[in-house]
């Protein structure tokens, strides 16, 4: 079974630019969850997806956005970028959402705002 | 401040060694789950501890869930090289779902 499929692996942007991170789930799992890790503050949840609708949402920015597709693949978007924005952002699917069932993370998209 | 607190923030033991690692929080969870992450990987389930008073046992790995369900920690027996990593422990809350600072774990051979 193929695990969460996190692309690019690395991400260089410029501040004020945009840039769109993906994730592909388990095959099977509905939810998609995503973080940002940062080493000042750990990780924080951003948003969460399950059959295309956001079922819950973090505290951030509306620059942070996020979609699912009909086939459980998610994207995140940020816009604007600012430096605080670098990070490791990650993704996990399950197959209920991070309270119900076990999160399976990618390996995460390293972004690097200069 | 964060909802859940994790302590210590760093451990460094030799091999061989026994620990304690804790996750403590003054609201509530229904359940805790407990995550390994090494660098440059994503964490990795260890395990979710749901009941009041639950310990559950994973090979060397105890982890328990205060009566409370405002606590819970992870000891370890006989630390392994392996174990090095950063510990987190994770929960629901509202509409969240909040992960702890983390305890990053070194063990030396």
């Known amino acids: 079974k193929a695990g969460v499929t996190q692309t690019p692996r690395y991400l260089i942007k410029t501040r004020g630019q945009q840039v769109t991170l993906s994730c592909s789930p388990i095959?099977?799992?509905?939810?998609v969850s995503w973080y940002q890790q940062t080493p000042g503050q750990g990780l924080q949840f951003l948003f969460e997806?399950?059959?295309?609708?956001?079922?819950n949402k973090g505290n951030f920015p509306g620059r942070f956005s996020g979609r699912q597709f009909s086939n459980s693949r998610s994207e995140m978007n940020v816009s604007t970028l600012e430096l605080g924005d670098s990070a490791l952002y990650l993704c996990?699917?399950?197959?209920?959402?991070?309270?119900?069932?076990?999160?399976?993370f990618g390996n995460g998209t390293r972004l690097t705002v200069t | 401040t964060q909802l859940l607190e994790q302590s210590p923030q760093f451990l460094s033991i030799q091999e061989g060694e026994n620990l304690t690692v804790y996750c403590n929080s003054s609201?509530?969870?229904?359940?805790l789950q407990w995550y390994r992450q090494e660098p440059g990987e994503g964490p990795v389930l260890l395990v979710t501890?749901?009941?009041?008073?639950e310990v559950k046992k994973l090979k060397r790995l105890t982890f328990q869930f205060g009566d409370a369900r405002k606590d819970s920690s992870l000891h370890i027996t006989a630390a392994q090289p392996g174990d090095t990593g950063l510990y987190l422990c994770?929960?629901?809350?509202?509409?969240?779902?909040?992960f702890g600072p983390g305890t990053r774990l070194s063990v030396l051979p």
């Open positions: 996990a699917s399950s197959l209920q959402g991070p309270r119900n069932s076990p999160l399976h």
């Open positions: 501890v749901v009941t009041g008073g």
């Open positions: 994770a929960g629901g809350y509202g509409q969240n779902f909040v």
């Open positions: 997806y399950f059959s295309e609708t956001q079922r």
């Open positions: 609201s509530v969870f229904s359940s």
């Open positions: 095959s099977g799992h509905r939810s």
